[in-house]
């Protein structure tokens, strides 16, 4: 993520800290840290709830504190960004119920990596809707990305294999 964030991230040139770009790359890390406790949280939720009553207290909890930002400048939106908003509730809801029932049948650590594919899928989007052509660094960072998730999925698979083989066999033949 560094080698994708480093042309913008400004903490150790002129500007520091308070450049608006070094700030959005320390809300996006922060941002990855909670959702990392989230997906540990929802993992621990899943023994006892469904999923789908996971979420919905989740965006009902989302919507009432969004309500806090409405005294800085709401403003009416015209009828097709709203209808895109609200396809991408939908479309963003139905994505969180799929992404919370599979941490019921995989490790967070299997699963995690799965998450990454919203790079791929973010850097082709802006390709062909926004005409956006990426950076070296981030095609660079996104290999490194990618490529740790893939690690992880065959490491996790291949330990996850050592383990049932290991349950396998009996105390008394070893």
């Known amino acids: 993520m560094l080698v994708i964030s480093w042309p913008k991230l400004t903490l150790f040139r002129e ?6 770009d070094a700030l959005a790359v320390v809300l996006v890390l922060a941002g990855a840290a909670l959702g990392a406790l989230a997906m540990i949280q929802v993992r621990r939720l899943l023994v006892t709830e469904k999923g789908p009553t996971i979420v919905l207290y989740f965006s009902s909890f989302a919507a009432l504190l969004s309500l806090a930002t409405l005294p800085f400048g709401w ?3 015209a009828f097709w960004p709203m209808v895109l908003l609200v396809l991408s509730g939908l479309f963003g809801g139905i994505g969180q119920i799929m992404m919370t029932e599979s941490y019921r049948f995989a490790d967070a650590s299997t699963i995690a990596p799965f998450d990454y594919s919203s790079i791929i899928f973010g850097t082709a989007i802006s390709f062909f809707i926004f005409a956006e052509i990426p950076t070296m660094n981030t095609l660079t960072g996104s290999v490194f990305v990618v490529g740790a998730g893939i690690f992880i999925i065959f490491r996790e698979h291949r330990l996850g ?3 049932r083989k290991i349950r396998r066999v009996s105390p008394s033949q070893t």
């Open 161 to 163: 294999l050592e383990r």
């Open 15 to 20: 500007g520091g800290i308070g450049s608006e």
């Open 75 to 77: 403003a009416p939106l």
